[in-house]
DNA sequence: ATAGGGTTAG
């Protein structure tokens, strides 16, 4: 390039061609400013562009979202006698895309008067980027109507299409489509296979698919482990990151992004902050890893940390605010919350998952008077429909604070039908009120329901029980019978010296196991010292009153509780994530536990955070 | 004497 700008800088006179040699070489190395740059020189000495020289100028706008200068050079082209030439017009076709007006690409497709394939593609792909994808494939039949046929670009856009859809059925379909064509399968075909497939569970598919691609570049490992990551498989999510380093590849950030993703979903603080500190010395912390930071945090325990990055970003956008505010509510910070959102509403503009945390945040908080203002601001100001989650919230907050008739009245007034997480927040809160009479209402409707999560029915189970309703709890063990309802098995996973322990309930495998059973001896004999009484009505069977304490001793959070407690130093916190939520049994155990110990233990369930410390815990109780 | 459409993340 340096010969080549030398050269051209002492040539005495320059063609349309000559500049056309130099812009091009530019766009090819991906340098859109210098692109733009020599465009308007060649401009300014009034050399004539030609059909080549809008293209790769309006080439270079697009990839620099450039709206304004793109319309300039097509006011130029048009009046240079490009108006119908197919590559300038397939360029301004992209170039709306890039910026998000498929309407104004709309338009201007449909006055072309000629259209090839590059512009049908440009359309369908367009439309599936911004997640149109009714549109995208109504693009496509319209093609296929002229009588063109789609080469591998455009399944591309398709496939993109189906990821978005969650429809495999019609993945499976363009994926056969193209074997009996025999259409092209190269790196970008398969990545947005195995993405598709990935991204709709089917993490087989993607997985075989993966493994028979010819090549595989970091885009592709990284498709593949943020489906797992996603789908919850945080362990094969790592595996595949160690995986993908050992074939030479170094991780981009979308690649370590998932991997926070699963950092924060198995409580892997140590691993999530050795990303963070990768990812500011060999990368960049933009707005989207910077987010993936402060969830991963959050969600390992480290509020504050999480904070410290928050006030670090300059830019922020709505995912951000609400990645911040839902930290707090689940540390069962609402007042903090709520000061964040007021924040933010001047700066982005809040959406329904703004909502969603605000109102979690409140109602773990027991800010009952808060949560109804700003739900009622939520639909007349914002103008966003309460979804179910919404409703859900919102029940939860006043159920949870005693108020079950006004929780009723809502349910009645919701314009969608209530399901199960609406239902099970009224009836948690009738148990804790012992407000038998709406709790079995509440409870046959849940069971009507169907779940498939063994918890909600122990809950419906207890609810029938305290009322004496013994036919009805018969009705739910039927119920689950009928179902095949197995229990999600429940477990508990340390971090101990930088290492995941994970235990299950009942969990006799480990090989600390006999320690640990006898340091939960010890505990529990302190514990009923002092005046510790355990809750058997967590346990959903029918045995005797001293087989279910013994259940409760083994739920998986004790046994992860004790192994920290024997393998860390003395008063170091201690940080426990569980995939179900703690029993009320636990939650009590839990609290003289770190009496007892002296010990910060820091249980993170399956809705919120629990920090425990000096007999208590920070929610108060209020769970 | 060349030029336009494609893969992954919060």
Redesign the pocket.
Known sequence: MCSALQLFDEMPQRMT?TW??MI?AY??RHSPMKVLSLYRQMIIEGVRP????F??A??AC??LFDLEFGEEIRSLAVNCGYKD???????LL?LY??CGKMDEAMRVFDSMPK????????MI?GF??CGRAAEAVGVYWRMKDEGLE????????LI?VC?ILGDVKMGLSIHGHMIRRDL?M???????LV?MYA?NGLLEIARHVFKKMSWR???????LI?GY??NGFAGDALRLLVEMQDSGLEP????L??A??ACSHIGFLKLGESIHGFIMRRLEI???????II?MYSKCGNLSSARALFDRITS?????WN?MIASYGIHGHGREALSLFIQMKSQSRPDDATFASLLSALSHSGLVEEGRYWFDLMVKEFRIQPSEKHYACMVDLLARAGHIKEAQKLIESMTIEPGIPVWVALLSGCRNHRKLEIGEMAAKKVLELKPDDAGIYTLVSNVFAAARKWDEVASVRKVMKEKGIKKVPGYSVAEVNGNLHAFLMEDKSHPQHEMIMAMLERLNSKMRDMGYVPKTEFVLHDLEEEVKEQMLCNHSERLAIAFALLNTAPRTRILITKNLRVCGDCHTATKFVSEIADREIVVRDVKRFHHFKDGACSCGDYW
């Open positions: 061609p056309n040699a091009i766009s090819r030609d059909s080549s020289t293209t790769v309006l080439k697009a990839s030439d197919v590559f300038v017009g397939s360029s992209n895309a890039k259209r090839d394939l590059v512009c049908w593609t440009t792909t599936s980027q789609g080469d591998s670009i455009v399944m591309v856009g993109q990821a092209r190269d790196v970008f075909v398969e990545t947005s993405d991204k570049n970091v885009v592709s490992w990284s498709a943020s990551a996603q981009d950030l979308v690649a992004v998932s926070l993703l933009n707005r989207i890893s910077a987010t993936a969830d922020r956008d709505t995912i951000s990645a």
